[in-house]
């Protein structure tokens, strides 16, 4: 008989998709979400819900508006008498997971889900470090995205076998065919953009302050003598449009720039399968989800340091690079761009995860059921 799970989490997100199948497919599995949508970013609902394996369900807003308070926690909880409840960080719906686990069910196991970069970790103090600090010892398990994370709570908290690895992954066969049914779209793309004998920079992201933009043009202006062929695509839209197109132009680049807005669904893995060199130049960044998407696709992948992402590059898959330091970009793009040919042709890349999502998810799920 499979073990009753429930859990609770912000809200649907393409990347959080297979992560949430799989627990569906292992446990007797109910969801709850708490925001129709993921904050300071907009999905197509109505697509993500069709790569459901379950029925979503939707908390009521916060008691007294204080958003993490939500008491439909108890009535959820006495109906369904989970197994195993999994939540997202360290809240007060934790918290409240946490009564409910001391007055009615003290079998209950709760796992909480933590996405944080290690410089994240490292830095928070004050209510949020207090309440982490609180929960790791009552929590029977917390999942995290980085190794270097988890040896970072290692050491803080002196134990060794309450953390679990799983970083924000996809299942690599079935992105994969997306990218196989997307070929066409890439192909009207790669002649739109005239890119046959090109090298191709790809970012994907919302073009915001965190993103560190203005880094990657000024470093990619520099390469272009060595590297005049290259072209820069960026994927997203963000408050800092006008201001990196105006960069653009002041950089003499902006032949070489090609801003191309919000891509969803076909339209975005089209263009994962133009990208030869993926670059993520943020300087604050939880994990970075898109690095697993542009490894997958084949790009080898240039990552800022401090992204949580930065466990999925191997020498073989690409690089890191301090997102304060232009010449470490430039080194690397240079390094990028002289394993790349020029494209003549659209074709799907090898894949470049180290790890698979099968292998991580099935690491994932021995040790919660032992």
């Given at each position: 008989m499979k073990k009753k799970l429930v859990i609770f989490h912000p809200a649907i997100a393409p990347y959080r998709i297979d992560f949430f199948n799989s627990l569906n497919e292992h446990f007797e599995a109910s969801f709850y979400f708490e925001f129709l949508d993921v904050l300071e970013q907009s999905f197509n609902q109505g697509k993500l819900k069709e790569r459901l394996t379950f029925q979503p369900n939707y908390l009521g807003k916060g008691f007294c508006g204080i958003k993490?308070?939500?008491?439909?926690?108890?009535?959820?909880?006495?109906?369904?008498?989970?197994?195993?409840?999994?939540?997202?960080?360290?809240?007060?719906?934790?918290?409240?997971?946490?009564?409910?686990?001391?007055?009615?069910?003290?079998?209950?196991?709760?796992?909480?889900?933590?996405?944080?970069?290690?410089?994240?970790?490292?830095?928070?103090?004050?209510?949020?470090?207090?309440?982490?600090?609180?929960?790791?010892?009552?929590?029977?398990?917390?999942?995290?995205?980085?190794?270097?994370?988890?040896?970072?709570?290692?050491?803080?908290?002196?134990?060794?076998?309450?953390?679990?690895?799983?970083?924000?992954?996809?299942?690599?066969?079935?992105?994969?065919?997306?990218?196989?049914?997307?070929?066409?779209?890439?192909?009207?793309?790669?002649?739109?953009?005239?890119?046959?004998?090109?090298?191709?920079?790809?970012?994907?992201?919302?073009?915001?302050?965190?993103?560190?933009?203005?880094?990657?043009?000024?470093?990619?202006?520099?390469?272009?003598?060595?590297?005049?062929?290259?072209?820069?695509?960026?994927?997203?839209?963000?408050d800092r449009r006008n201001a990196l197109e105006d960069l653009a132009f002041c950089l003499g680049i902006k032949e070489k720039v090609h801003f191309l807005g919000k891509k969803q669904g076909k339209d975005l893995y089209a263009f994962y399968n133009l990208g030869q060199v993926f670059v993520l130049p943020s300087y604050y960044e939880r994990f970075g989800a898109v690095v697993n998407e542009a490894l997958l696709s084949g790009c080898y992948t240039l990552?800022?340091?401090?992204?949580?992402?930065?466990?999925?590059?191997?020498?073989?898959?690409?690089?890191?690079?301090?997102?304060?330091?232009?010449?470490?970009?430039?080194?690397a793009l240079k390094k990028a761009l002289s394993r790349v040919e020029p494209t003549q042709d659209v074709v799907v890349k090898r894949n470049l995860m180290v790890d698979s999502y099968s292998t991580l998810m099935a690491n994932l799920l021995e040790q919660l059921d032992s």
């Open positions: 993490n308070l939500r008491l439909q926690v108890f009535p959820i909880l006495c109906k369904t008498r989970p197994d195993i409840v999994f939540c997202s960080e360290f809240n007060i719906m934790g918290f409240l997971i946490l009564l409910y686990k001391f007055l009615f069910h003290p079998k209950l196991q709760i796992y909480t889900i933590c996405d944080d970069s290690l410089d994240i970790v490292k830095s928070e103090g004050g209510i949020k470090g207090f309440m982490r600090a609180l929960f790791v010892r009552l929590y029977d398990g917390v999942v995290l995205t980085n190794r270097a994370v988890i040896r970072w709570y290692q050491e803080t908290y002196h134990n060794t076998s309450k953390f679990m690895y799983f970083p924000i992954v996809q299942e690599d066969v079935a992105f994969r065919d997306e990218l196989d049914k997307s070929l066409s779209i890439s192909c009207r793309y790669y002649e739109d953009l005239k890119l046959k004998g090109k090298k191709v920079v790809l970012f994907v992201g919302r073009l915001i302050d965190i993103k560190n933009l203005d880094f990657l043009l000024n470093a990619f202006s520099q390469i272009l003598d060595e590297y005049p062929n290259a072209e820069l695509l960026l994927v997203g839209e963000g990552c800022s340091s401090v992204a949580g992402a930065a466990c999925l590059i191997s020498p073989e898959n690409g690089a890191c690079f301090d997102p304060k330091k232009q010449k470490d970009l430039e080194e």
